[in-house]
């Protein structure tokens, strides 16, 4: 069997020697007799691998015993609902930053919530224009963020998956300075891609599908202090508070989901961990964009530099036909994944950790043909 290379934006490609081990371990894990999908969620030999995953993400991360690690389900788009619903009370506001198509899924479903509660929602939207025409190129300046210091929490989105956007911490674009307000980060897209202080956050969250794992699961790295805060009078199953207390066990869990995730970080780590998984990322990015930078005439970013993903690499070309036809070149060697959002169209490679610099490298020769060609 020949593997593709895979450039889709999630599901995401995974780590070959992750699934190698999930093939061998998939009829018979850890002597058990059984598949990881067999075995209840309340047994040892799952949680087992539960513990696992839980710790190697505190391990890469550098996660302080101030913060609950927790695996939960409905993806980043239930923590849209679900973070106003455990943090906003009555009369109080919370913050949205918007960069992108998700951290505006994000502001509707809080102001709903607030709407429900009495409370209030404050955005600065740093997008070009208006409504569906609105066009999204770059995260703000720390100059340019105004947080009100009464806020429930200030909400951001790390990295928006469609625009290709990004906060640079080590840039001229850092993660904004909230003071004592809690930061809470969507991290769906760029989650582990390089280190960063997790004590600047009061939450971060993140899918798995794209970075870390398969789809089914979301990871939410939440300070105990906001836990403690949150509200007791929506359902249980919606308290971040309950799966705390229950580690994450509550209710049954997406087991074999979570078992990928620990195949993941496992491999992760024995890469070197976050500094060298950001170092292989940093090359992947600079090989792409820098075919780019060399062809402004025929290839364009429409992101500004400093606010470039190195997670979701977008960029035209002089026409959408030649586009398609770009597309179609591509699949043809194997690669996928490369079209654009329906809602941006374009290119779009998304490079997260498991592509490796080969594919990458695949990728910027073709466009270096490709370019020649025309």
């Not at 075995?39 to 913060?67: C, F, M, N, Q, T």
């Not at 505006?104 to 224009?129: D, H, I, P, R, Y």
């Not at 087991?255 to 950001?278: A, C, D, H, Q």
């Not at 690499?313 to 060697?333: C, D, H, S, Y």
């Amino acid at each position: 069997m020949t593997r593709k290379i895979n450039f889709n934006a999630g599901p995401a490609a995974l780590p070959l020697p992750a699934l190698e081990r999930a093939r061998e371990e998939f009829l018979d894990f850890a002597g058990s007799g059984m598949s990881v999908m067999e075995h209840s969620h309340r047994g040892k030999d799952y949680e087992a691998v539960h513990d696992e995953a839980i710790a190697l993400l505190r391990e890469l991360l550098g996660v302080p015993s101030s913060y609950e690690v927790l695996f939960l389900q409905g993806g980043a788009t239930q923590m849209f609902a679900q973070i106003p619903m455990n943090l906003l009370e009555k009369g109080s506001t919370a913050q949205y930053l918007v960069t992108g198509a998700w951290g505006e899924k994000a502001l509707g479903e809080a102001k709903t919530v607030a709407a429900m509660f009495g409370a209030g929602v404050s955005a600065q939207n740093f997008g070009a224009g208006e409504g569906k025409e609105r066009k999204y190129t770059r995260v703000p300046a720390p100059s340019e963020t105004k947080v009100d210091p009464a806020a429930a929490y200030c909400h951001i989105t790390s990295n928006e998956t469609i625009h290709g956007v990004e906060f640079n911490a080590q840039g001229s674009r850092p993660f904004p300075d909230t003071a004592s307000v809690p930061l809470v980060a969507d991290m769906s897209s760029d989650f582990l891609w390089r280190p960063f202080d997790i004590g600047k956050f009061g939450l971060v969250y993140a899918g798995a599908q794209k970075n870390i794992g398969p789809s089914g699961v979301v990871v939410v790295v939440i300070s105990k202090e906001l836990v403690e805060k949150g509200r007791k009078d929506i359902p249980k199953i919606f308290q971040f508070r309950t799966h705390a207390e229950n580690k994450s066990l509550y209710n049954t869990p997406p087991t074999f989901g979570v078992y990928m995730v620990r195949n993941v970080l496992s491999w992760l780590k024995g890469l070197g961990g976050l500094p060298k998984i950001e170092e292989a990322n940093r090359r992947k990015g600079a090989r792409i964009y820098g075919v780019i930078d060399a062809n402004p005439d025929f290839y364009r970013s429409p992101v500004e530099k400093e606010s470039r993903s190195m997670m979701n690499v977008v960029f035209r070309l002089p026409t959408p036909e030649l586009e398609e036809q770009f597309i179609a070149e591509a699949k043809k060697r194997g690669m996928v994944g490369l079209k654009g959002h329906r809602s941006v169209g374009g290119i779009r490679a998304s490079v997260y950790n498991a592509a490796s610099f080969e594919w990458v490298d695949a990728l910027a020769g073709f466009m270096e043909e490709f370019r020649k060609g025309k």
